[in-house]
């Protein structure tokens, strides 16, 4: 699934992306493959990790933008 989600042979990228998808797929009990969906990383995001928009309810929805940093 990382080859997919961070193509090329870069292992920082790699791990960096396995602890996103590990951390979202804890908080929402979700499995690796929803979280997928929600993987933004990348060029020209923003330093956005990942975006989850929830379900509808009484016509307002909660977006939630992950930020992980991998600095110190």
């Known amino acids: 699934m990382l080859d997919s989600l961070v193509p090329g042979d870069d292992v920082t ?7 996103v998808l ?6 929402y009990d979700i499995s690796y493959v ?9 060029g020209d995001d923003a330093g956005i990790d990942g975006i989850r928009i929830g379900e509808i309810a009484d016509d307002e ?10 600095k110190i």
């Open 34 to 42: 929803e979280v997928a969906e929600y993987f933004t990383d990348g």
């Open 61 to 70: 929805f909660v977006v939630t933008f992950f930020f992980f940093s991998d």
């Open 13 to 19: 990228r790699k791990k960096s992306a396995a602890f």
């Open 22 to 27: 590990l951390c979202i797929a804890t908080l």
